[in-house]
């Protein structure tokens, strides 16, 4: 069990070297004024021991994951949960689950595939600047997960 992560909030896993991911998690940080999301790279321990905990196995890192409580969400239905969060207009993006999972993933599952060749991708994890360092789960011994 990860009880030494703290789940008040719902954590939002992602693919720690990939740019388009990264850029993906700061544009939530900067429309999350609320700050309803924590964060943590799918690399880091935390994001092993949570995904551990909500029973994900077998996971790759071709799709970021929303852990809300003890449920978590993949691909699409995860992107559309933390879009329906956002402040307005972001919000209205939560509509696109009308649109059949299985067609959403598959737009997303290609987008997905060639995210490295399109957008790059980092030697390490990102390291939170101090501003939003809060806002990323921590180890219990209060490292940063993104330091590693």
């Excluded at 030494?4 to 939002?12: A, Q, S, T, Y």
């Excluded at 700050?35 to 943590?40: C, L, N, T």
């Excluded at 321990?45 to 909500?54: I, K, T, Y």
Aim: aromatic share 10%; with cysteine.
């Amino acid at each position: 069990m990860a009880e030494d992560i703290p789940r008040d909030k719902p954590i939002l896993l992602f693919d720690g070297v990939c740019n388009l991911c990264n850029g993906s998690i700061q544009f939530v940080i900067e429309h999350d004024p609320e700050g309803v999301f924590r964060f943590a790279p799918l690399q880091s321990a935390a994001g092993e021991r949570l995904l551990d905990d909500v029973g994900f196995e077998d996971y790759d890192f071709d799709t970021f994951v929303l852990v809300d409580g003890d449920d978590y969400y993949t691909k699409s239905e995860a992107a559309l949960r933390v879009a329906s969060e956002l402040e307005f207009p972001w919000s209205l993006a939560g509509v696109g689950r009308v649109v059949p999972r299985p067609l959403r993933d598959a737009v997303y599952d290609t987008v997905a595939s060639h995210r490295y060749a399109v957008f790059g991708k980092k030697a390490q994890c990102m390291i939170p600047s101090p501003e939003i360092r809060e806002r990323f789960v921590e180890m219990s011994d209060g490292r940063a997960e993104a330091d590693d």
